[in-house]
């Protein structure tokens, strides 16, 4: 979890204990219950989907790329029971870069601080060394409980699906092996269920009706990096980055915000792809980003999208701080 999420998590409990309340009932008798989960698991596997798909909105960008999540963003389920915040985590690899080892060390300190952890393995692919990895990786984890979720289930068989729970209850000491599939909604009450069961009675930890603390701003750059992903060559993705610069309501106008964005990638080349021809492909970015802003802030948009070369700011952590990835 970065600094900023971690201070979050923290002030919510502190402020559930100052409270010195015990947790309300709920109306089935139950106490209410309040915590924190995260999704972990190889990138593309479904993660960011499935919390967008129990929160009920879209606060993760998701993609067909693998590695699309690079923050941890938090979505918030709101129950009668409980309150479920759910931490999203980019998914953990082989580190190849200084932003790929800043990433995992991201996911690793996220892990001690959650209730519980979701270990999402999909149903159509083969268990791998990847599958692996992260579950040696959570057998150091010891006192939080986690779930493993056999995810996609829509894209196999019955007989598949069956195979699949067996072999991910194998991989390690689980609370409980749920199928689901974000994509047909398949199981995800269960999923709900089996997550907040984890969680320890408290106060809800955030208002009613919030579904994420990720500040506006950096929803509106995941959204116009969604849109810049969208249709180019497979290893451009890990290249492009985006900052808003400066986000507000226009003078005198109260139903325009001006968004002011840059698009970064590392090489010259990568610019002219990101361009297209004539300008054409960057200007489809931007109306597809401002329809997507737009529905997130409920208001008219323009946006000002320019883009800019850093060169290699995967490697330079100079860079990497000012685009947001904090050691
Ligand atoms: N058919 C089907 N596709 C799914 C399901 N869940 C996710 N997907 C697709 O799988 C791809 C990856 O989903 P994400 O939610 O971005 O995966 P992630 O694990 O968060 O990926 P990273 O951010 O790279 O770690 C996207 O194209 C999703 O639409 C599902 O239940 N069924």
């Given at each position: 979890m970065s600094e900023r999420g971690v201070r979050a998590t923290q002030q919510c409990r502190e402020y559930a204990t100052i409270k010195g309340v015990t947790s309300p009932q709920t109306s089935t008798g139950?106490?209410?219950?309040?915590?924190?989960?995260?999704?972990?698991?190889?990138?593309?596997?479904?993660?960011?989907?499935?919390?967008?798909?129990?929160?009920?909105?879209?606060?993760?960008?998701?993609?067909?790329?693998?590695?699309?999540?690079?923050?941890?963003?938090?979505?918030?389920?709101?129950?009668?029971?409980?309150?479920?915040?759910?931490?999203?985590?980019?998914?953990?690899?082989?580190?190849?870069?200084?932003?790929?080892?800043?990433?995992?060390?991201?996911?690793?300190?996220?892990?001690?601080?959650?209730?519980?952890i979701g270990f999402c393995v999909p149903a159509n692919e083969q268990v791998g060394p990847g599958d692996r990895f992260i579950a040696a990786e959570l057998a150091q984890v010891k006192r939080t409980p986690i779930v493993a979720m056999v995810t996609k289930t829509d894209l196999a068989t019955h007989q598949q699906v069956a195979e699949q729970l067996l072999k991910v209850s194998r991989l390690g000491e689980w609370a409980d092996v749920v199928p689901c599939s974000a994509e047909s909604n398949f199981q995800l009450d269960v999923v709900g269920d089996v997550l907040v069961d984890r969680l320890p009675e408290g106060m809800p930890l955030y208002p009613e009706g919030e579904l994420t603390d990720e500040p506006e701003q950096i929803m509106v750059a995941e959204l116009i990096r969604e849109a810049a992903l969208e249709g180019v060559r497979d290893e451009l993705p890990h290249s492009i980055a985006v900052v808003v610069e400066e986000m507000k309501a226009r003078e005198g106008r109260d139903d325009l915000v001006d968004v002011h964005a840059w698009l970064y990638v590392e090489r010259p080349s990568q610019k002219g792809i990101v361009i297209g021809p004539k300008g054409a492909r960057l200007k489809d970015v931007g109306t597809r980003a401002r329809i997507q802003i737009e529905a997130l802030l409920g208001s008219k948009v323009y946006l000002d999208l320019r883009i800019k070369v850093a060169k290699d700011w995967q490697r330079d952590p100079k860079q990497l701080r000012r685009l947001g990835f904090y050691d």
């Open positions: 139950t106490r209410f219950k309040s915590g924190f989960a995260c999704f972990i698991g190889r990138p593309n596997v479904g993660k960011s989907t499935l919390m967008n798909a129990l929160v009920g909105t879209k606060v993760a960008i998701t993609s067909s790329k693998p590695q699309t999540t690079r923050r941890t963003i938090r979505g918030i389920v709101h129950r009668p029971d409980a309150q479920l915040v759910i931490v999203d985590t980019p998914g953990l690899h082989k580190p190849r870069t200084l932003l790929g080892e800043r990433l995992d060390s991201l996911v690793r300190s996220t892990l001690g601080e959650v209730d519980v």
